[in-house]
Every structure is written in structure tokens, then in C-alpha cells.
């Protein structure tokens, strides 16, 4: 039904950037909430980015502020999340994540990507 492709991830080095895509429909984009979220080795999954239908953006957690970006590009029907500065802690798989409203907890997402893996080197 609803469909989250994510892309984007790659290895990179301390202090580059990338720019991860979600994929998804007209429909969703317009209907949804939309967060990404990040689970690195050994810890559970966070919240790192979210958006709703209304352009509104949640607060970013400490961790990653002043350095990620969720915005939408409404023509391709496209969720992304741009990262600056990476460090080697951002290391993890990123997920996108659809729901009926913006939160931060990862029950309130009824659909889940496959996610895109980030590997930062120092």
C-alpha cells in the first residue's frame, strides 16, 4: 500500500555530507507525517527528523540539530533529510517512517522503509 524507498546512504568521512531521499506517493506526502529515524549498532531506534502534511517541522534532538534538515519537494513526491558535518556517532541505518501525525515515538508510524545505511569514518 504505502510505499518508503529511502536512498542516499553511503560511507563518507568525518565532516562531509549527504543527503538521504525517501521516496514515496502523492498521496502519502500529503496525508502523512513523515520522520526519519536511526538505529546504530547495539542501540535502539531514535528519532532523528519529522514533518507533517502541513510543512510543520518537529524540534530535532540535541544530537543532531544545527546540522540535520527534513524538508519535502512536493513535485517529486520526496521526503529528504540533509545531513552536514557527520561524525562517526551517526553512524546507523536510517529509516523513513510514515503516520496519521508528528511525533517522535516509533509506535505512532504505521509504515516503515527498508532504510539506507550512513557509515561515517573519522
Known amino acids: 500500500q504505502v510505499q518508503l524507498v529511502e536512498s542516499g546512504g553511503g560511507l563518507v568521512q568525518a565532516g562531509d555530507s549527504l543527503r538521504l531521499s525517501c521516496a514515496t506517493s502523492?498521496?502519502?506526502?500529503?496525508?502523512?507525517?513523515l520522520s526519519w529515524f536511526r538505529q546504530g549498532p547495539g542501540k535502539e531506534r531514535e528519532f532523528v527528523a519529522g514533518?507533517?502534511?502541513?510543512?510543520?517541522?518537529?524540534d530535532y534532538p540535541e544530537s543532531v540539530k544545527g546540522r540535520f534538515t527534513i524538508s519535502t519537494d512536493n513535485v517529486e513526491n520526496t521526503v529528504y533529510l540533509q545531513m552536514n558535518d557527520l561524525k562517526p556517532e551517526d553512524t546507523a541505518v536510517y529509516y523513513c517512517?510514515?503516520?496519521?501525525?508528528?511525533?517522535?515515538?516509533?509506535?505512532?508510524?504505521?509504515?516503515w522503509g527498508q532504510g539506507t545505511q550512513v557509515t561515517v569514518s573519522s
Open positions: 502523492r498521496h502519502t506526502l500529503s496525508t502523512s507525517a
Open positions: 514533518i507533517n502534511e502541513s510543512g510543520d517541522v518537529a
Open positions: 517512517a510514515a503516520g496519521s501525525f508528528l511525533s517522535t515515538m516509533r509506535h505512532h508510524y504505521t509504515y
